[in-house]
């Protein structure tokens, strides 16, 4: 598939104003606030490109030659985030995967009706070598519109198929951000020479089946049976299904980024050593979620509907199962003991 299949030329603020003169009552507040946040995500894709030449790869506690203390990129990325964010008016509150606690606006900035959840740097394993990382987001409207006090944790923990927005940025050969507001999932690239993400891939979608899997397959022998099977079945040849081929990169943006565009699986289940899988609910699976059901794929825990799960706490992790409609049905059938292979 052709990367580059618009022949449009479209920044994303652009893009954001057009999304937005579909809806007529508009005020543009959740347009200002998509701006504040590419511009967030500039900044980080900026310090990710520098990152073996700026001293901030896994060190803490120490001085760069400014005279800056220098932190670990994620802990510099959730920094950039919140200061782009806190003070734009449009966010009530906000949580980050690197924030224990829910993140309060400061007293003395208008607090605005969206909630913003996000992983800063995803991928932290692959930071330090040189391997794509990303960031993750979600956008969710405040339960009380009009409320003007600080959000509440139950503005946070809001299902999935509530996310008014959600996105990814992936820091790889180039810089996407993945994008859906429920219209479809729209890819913008990042051309470092004027400063600008613009659209290059349109409404994509996801095929219907792949040839891919992915999952730590180190962790087999901590599966259980059903899961086993499956794996061990898209590994052989049968007469209808040849054998797939194993993808793994161990950075849940770059895994999901792949299987959007070339189908097949994505998995994080459940084991011994995670029991409910290791992959957060709020910062990453319900945004990669909405992306990949937005671009007609399908998203569970081997069961339920991820975006249909009700988070009690913002840190809550999920076992997760997404990607090509036809291949995440194969995987629910073996989890459930009723694939014919099985029987
Ligand atoms: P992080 O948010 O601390 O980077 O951890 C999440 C990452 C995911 O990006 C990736 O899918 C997973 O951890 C890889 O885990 P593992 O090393 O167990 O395979
Ligand atoms: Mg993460």
């Given at each position: 598939?052709?990367?580059?299949?618009?022949?449009?030329?479209?920044?994303?603020?652009?893009?954001?104003?057009?999304?937005?003169?579909?809806?007529?009552?508009?005020?543009?507040?959740?347009?200002?606030?998509?701006?504040?946040?590419?511009?967030?995500?500039?900044?980080?894709a900026r310090?990710?490109?520098?990152?073996?030449?700026?001293?901030?790869?896994?060190?803490?506690?120490?001085?760069?030659?400014?005279?800056?203390?220098?932190?670990?990129?994620?802990?510099?990325?959730?920094?950039i985030?919140f200061?782009?964010?806190?003070?734009?008016?449009?966010?009530?509150?906000?949580?980050?995967?690197?924030?224990?606690?829910?993140?309060?606006?400061?007293?003395?900035?208008?607090?605005?009706?969206?909630?913003?959840?996000?992983?800063?740097?995803?991928?932290?394993?692959n930071?330090?070598?040189?391997?794509?990382?990303?960031?993750?987001?979600?956008?969710?409207?405040?339960?009380?519109?009009?409320?003007?006090?600080?959000?509440?944790?139950d503005?946070?923990?809001?299902?999935?198929y509530?996310?008014?927005?959600?996105?990814?940025?992936?820091?790889?050969?180039?810089?996407?951000?993945?994008?859906?507001?429920?219209?479809?999932?729209?890819?913008?690239?990042?051309?470092?020479?004027?400063?600008?993400?613009?659209l290059?891939?349109?409404?994509?979608?996801?095929?219907?089946?792949?040839?891919?899997?992915?999952?730590?397959?180190?962790?087999?022998?901590?599966?259980d049976k059903?899961?086993?099977?499956?794996?061990?079945?898209?590994?052989?040849?049968y007469p209808?299904?040849?054998?797939?081929?194993?993808?793994?990169?161990?950075?849940?943006?770059?895994?999901?980024?792949?299987?959007?565009?070339?189908?097949?699986?994505?998995?994080?289940?459940?084991?011994?050593?995670?029991?409910?899988?290791?992959?957060?609910?709020?910062?990453?699976?319900?945004?990669?979620?909405?992306?990949?059901?937005?671009?007609?794929?399908?998203s569970?825990?081997?069961s339920?509907?991820?975006?249909?799960?009700?988070?009690?706490?913002?840190?809550?992790?999920?076992?997760?199962?997404?990607?090509?409609?036809?291949?995440?049905?194969?995987?629910?059938?073996?989890?459930?003991?009723?694939?014919?292979?099985?029987?």
């Open positions: 598939m052709a990367i580059f299949s618009t022949s449009k030329l479209v920044t994303i603020e652009r893009h954001f104003a057009e999304e937005e003169d579909l809806h007529p009552e508009a005020t543009g507040e959740f347009s200002r606030l998509l701006r504040d946040l590419t511009l967030a995500i500039r900044m980080i310090d990710v490109r520098r990152a073996g030449l700026n001293d901030v790869l896994g060190l803490t506690d120490m001085h760069n030659v400014h005279g800056e203390q220098v932190k670990k990129l994620d802990d510099y990325a959730n920094d985030i200061r782009a964010m806190d003070h734009g008016g449009h966010l009530c509150v906000m949580a980050s995967e690197e924030s224990q606690g829910l993140i309060p606006i400061p007293d003395h900035y208008h607090k605005g009706k969206y909630v913003l959840v996000f992983d800063p740097l995803d991928g932290s394993s930071i330090d070598v040189n391997v794509t990382i990303g960031t993750i987001f979600s956008i969710y409207r405040r339960l009380e519109p009009n409320a003007t006090t600080d959000g509440t944790l503005d946070v923990l809001q299902p999935g509530k996310q008014v927005a959600a996105g990814y940025a992936s820091y790889g050969s180039s810089t996407n951000l993945v994008y859906t507001s429920g219209h479809g999932v729209d890819v913008f690239t990042f051309d470092q020479t004027i400063g600008e993400f613009l290059t891939n349109e409404k994509v979608r996801i095929p219907n089946k792949g040839t891919y899997y992915s999952i730590n397959e180190g962790n087999y022998h901590k599966w059903n899961l086993q099977q499956y794996v061990d079945y898209l590994k052989n040849d209808d299904k040849p054998a797939y081929s194993l993808r793994y990169i161990g950075t849940a943006v770059a895994d999901v980024h792949r299987t959007l565009y070339y189908g097949g699986i994505f998995m994080y289940p459940a084991d011994r050593a995670y029991p409910n899988g290791k992959l957060r609910l709020m910062y990453e699976l319900n945004p990669l979620s909405m992306l990949i059901e937005q671009a007609g794929g399908r569970t825990n081997g339920d509907r991820i975006l249909d799960l009700t988070p009690t706490s913002i840190h809550e992790r999920a076992p997760v199962f997404l990607g090509s409609p036809d291949d995440v049905l194969e995987a629910e059938m073996f989890l459930q003991g009723k694939h014919p292979t099985q029987l």
